[in-house]
């Protein structure tokens, strides 16, 4: 089970793929023509949205196969949980695009649920018992429908990402585009994560410390990246290793901090050689290619898309979470670091309701703030739920 199940996400992911090349050939191939010389209708955006449909449907299989096989619902990891979050991507995007047919969003969208599967497929995949701890029906209830609002979620941040490669200035240097040139540098250091675990897991890197946890026990930490950064009071044990620069406290997971730098950095490298090839900032040669999308139509996309994650999100992360403190640690809250930026999370998207709603914050303005949100959540994911030592850091 375990074998159809790794199988049909395979199947999901170059799904995904081929619904990404269906998209581009549908927005660069507008005015292909036939053999008469006529121009032909376009139907590769229709592919590209049976190609989605395809991937949510062999995913829900991944999903539904493994969790015949583990006996509980495979959210319970990191692997498990970045998966469906691209699943929920995917599934999100599928119903937006019936109702919009716009193929700018899947061209954009179908490479993020591809980069968010490929990303969990860098962390321990085997399925393994839960801890008495989420050991509860609502584990179940409440990271599936916290997945599914940051599905729903992230389709609002492809949208404000249309519209502000589509509208923005790229000749002129300044605060906006600076700032989206800093987004397309955090997505290429996701990608940079892929890239260099990949070539350090092929060369079976791997060196253990020694180190003092932060219940003050002496514990081990193995690292599959080179150590920058070392535990707190570590001590290296494999020779012919580098030694770290410095240490990290003991509040901090060292090892996890370690594997953000070097994707911070291998994401700086890739920035800077795709800098160089087009000689331009990447969101100014994206641009071209986005000059048939209406802004006001991606503009209506994104809000709808946060006006219905929103809630769903407010649901999972908030209400059936504090459902699930309260039987699992006998408390409904308690400051944990992935509490608190789950309520920054709920706070932010209902300041951006209130302002489009009451304020008249749309265009230009509520895109940033659609990107902005989706950077805090993917925030929440990897530097607070890796880096910082918490309840929740048993998720890993």
Sequence with gaps: MATISGNLLYIA????LGATIAFTVSITGKKWRNKQGEVSGNRWGTFGFLFSILGSLFSIGYFVTRWMHSGHAPVSNMFEYMTFLGI????????????????????FTMPIVMLVIAYASMFPGEVAPLIPALQSHWLTIHVITVALGQGILSIGMAAGLIYLIRTLDFTKANKQTRALEFVMYCL??????????????????????????????????????PPLVGPNEGQL???????????APALIVANDLNTVIWSMLTGLALYWVLRLVLRKRIGGAIQPILKGVS??????????????????????????AMIWAQIAWTRFWGWDPKEVWAL???????AYLHLRLSKGWQGEKSAWLCVIGFGIIIFNLVFVNLVIAGLHSYAL
């Design 13 to 16: 992911f170059f799904l995904y």
């Design 88 to 107: 929920a991507i995917g599934f999100a995007f599928v119903i937006i695009y019936a109702i919009y047919r716009l193929d700018y969003l899947g061209l």
């Design 188 to 225: 290429l250091s996701l990608v940079g994560f892929i890239v260099i675990g990949s070539a350090f897991d092929a060369m079976d890197y791997e060196a253990k410390f020694t180190f003092i946890n932060e219940n003050g026990l002496e514990a081990e930490m193995n690292y599959t990246l």
């Design 237 to 247: 044990l494999t020779e012919g290793v580098i030694a770290p620069f410095f240490n």
């Design 295 to 320: 802004p006001q139509a991606v503009d209506e996309v994104s809000y709808r898309a946060i006006a219905i994650g929103f809630p769903v999100f407010a649901l999972g992360g908030l209400v059936f």
């Design 344 to 350: 920054i999370t709920f706070l932010f998207y209902a």
